[in-house]
């Protein structure tokens, strides 16, 4: 079983930015790696993912806003959000694949079924 803990999330006003980090039980470099979320009454969305190599996949609605990048040292996955909106405010989880990689198109997954690890989440919201 691998452990995943979040943290970073908080309250913020609209335009502001938060940094969120998760913590891995294991070594994270082999792995493909991401953020979702998902907010009340909506289903769990893919957000960003990141691959062994570096290579990153973003949902449409955070593309240009939202980076993610990772510390294979030290474990931890983050998610540097910038320009953030009410339409971004959700429970943000970390996961990460159990066996290796799944890309598709060639770039991380961003798919939930394809996660088998998952954090507890941290909440971000963000007010007008």
């Known amino acids: 079983q691998v452990e995943l803990v979040e943290s970073g999330g908080g309250s913020v006003q609209q335009g502001g930015s938060l940094r969120l980090a998760c913590k891995a039980s294991?070594?994270?470099?082999?792995?493909?790696m991401a953020w979702f979320r998902q907010a009340p009454g909506k289903q769990r969305e893919g957000v960003a993912a990141i691959d062994s190599d570096g290579d990153t996949s973003y949902a449409d609605s955070v593309e240009g806003r939202f980076t993610i990048s990772k510390d294979n040292a030290k474990k931890t996955l983050y998610l540097e959000m910038n320009g953030l909106n009410s339409a971004d405010s959700a429970m943000y989880y970390c996961?990460?694949?159990?066996?290796?990689?799944?890309?598709?198109?060639?770039?991380?997954?961003?798919?939930?079924?394809?996660?088998?690890?998952w954090g507890q989440g941290t909440q971000v919201t963000v007010s007008s």
């Open positions: 294991r070594s994270i470099r082999a792995y493909c």
């Open positions: 996961a990460s694949d159990k066996w290796g990689c799944t890309l598709i198109n060639g770039l991380p997954s961003l798919v939930q079924h394809d996660y088998a690890y």
